[in-house]
């Protein structure tokens, strides 16, 4: 969208909310979006307010950061709603409604996505089931799976660790391996040192 036509749009949803309290909430839309991909995924129902009926469904398509219109009539009235959704999973809807050419409604929708649940942990999980396994041999597994460069310390090594866990992320497995056996685990950039 160009400035001049954005800021022609923003003068028209100005215009729309200055005469507001003319305009009547008679439509809502229902709606659901995804985003893959770049372009982004639109379910829409548009009901009537106060009786739920719904008056128009869509499934549409549309490339990130643009805008598709769709129109529906209800009687002597015509329904148009606009849609964007952007790649980060927000967007905007606007709905109006128009009878014998005067507009009777207008609302802007917008909506953003919810954050996801911060994750306890920025890497992979891991299972491991081990007896009385060499320290030594289980950090260097770590650095072979991870690709981090690995240090032991003397006074660790030789030590005999006995470890379960089932998709725990890998650093997790590593400080359990450290509070049971009761040394030091550091993990730094790229790098994993084992001491007392």
């Given at each position: 969208?160009?400035?001049r036509?954005?800021?022609?749009?923003?003068?028209?949803?100005?215009?729309?909310v200055?005469?507001?309290?003319?305009?009547?909430m008679?439509?809502?839309?229902?709606?659901?979006?995804?985003?893959?991909?770049?372009?982004?995924?639109?379910h829409?129902d548009?009901?009537e307010?106060?009786?739920?009926r719904?008056?128009?469904?869509?499934?549409?398509?549309?490339?990130?950061?643009?805008?598709?219109?769709?129109?529906a009539?209800?009687?002597?009235?015509?329904?148009?709603?606009?849609?964007?959704?952007?790649?980060?999973?927000?967007?905007?809807?606007?709905?109006?409604?128009t009878?014998?050419?005067?507009?009777?409604?207008?609302?802007?929708?917008?909506?953003t996505p919810?954050?996801?649940?911060?994750?306890?942990?920025?890497?992979?999980p891991?299972?491991l089931?081990?007896?009385?396994?060499?320290?030594?041999?289980?950090?260097?597994?770590?650095?072979?799976?991870?690709?981090?460069?690995?240090?032991?310390?003397?006074?660790?090594?030789?030590?005999?660790?006995?470890?379960?866990?089932?998709?725990?992320?890998?650093?997790?497995?590593?400080?359990k391996?450290?509070?049971?056996n009761?040394?030091?685990?550091?993990i730094?950039?790229?790098?994993?040192?084992?001491?007392?």
């Amino acid at each position: 969208m160009t400035h001049r036509k954005a800021f022609a749009f923003a003068l028209v949803l100005l215009a729309g909310v200055a005469s507001a309290e003319k305009l009547k909430m008679i439509y809502w839309p229902v709606y659901g979006m995804s985003v893959h991909d770049n372009v982004a995924t639109f379910h829409v129902d548009i009901t009537e307010k106060e009786s739920g009926r719904s008056i128009s469904k869509a499934d549409f398509d549309v490339a990130a950061g643009e805008w598709k219109t769709i129109e529906a009539k209800d009687g002597a009235r015509d329904i148009q709603l606009r849609a964007r959704g952007n790649s980060d999973g927000s967007g905007e809807i606007v709905l109006v409604a128009t009878e014998n050419g005067a507009r009777i409604q207008m609302n802007a929708f917008t909506f953003t996505p919810k954050p996801a649940p911060a994750s306890k942990s920025k890497y992979e999980p891991i299972s491991l089931d081990l007896k009385d396994a060499d320290i030594e041999n289980v950090i260097n597994v770590f650095g072979e799976l991870t690709g981090y460069d690995v240090s032991v310390g003397a006074a660790v090594k030789g030590k005999q660790v006995t470890i379960q866990v089932v998709d725990m992320p890998w650093d997790q497995a590593l400080r359990k391996i450290a509070n049971d056996n009761g040394i030091t685990i550091t993990i730094g950039e790229k790098k994993i040192f084992a001491d007392r």
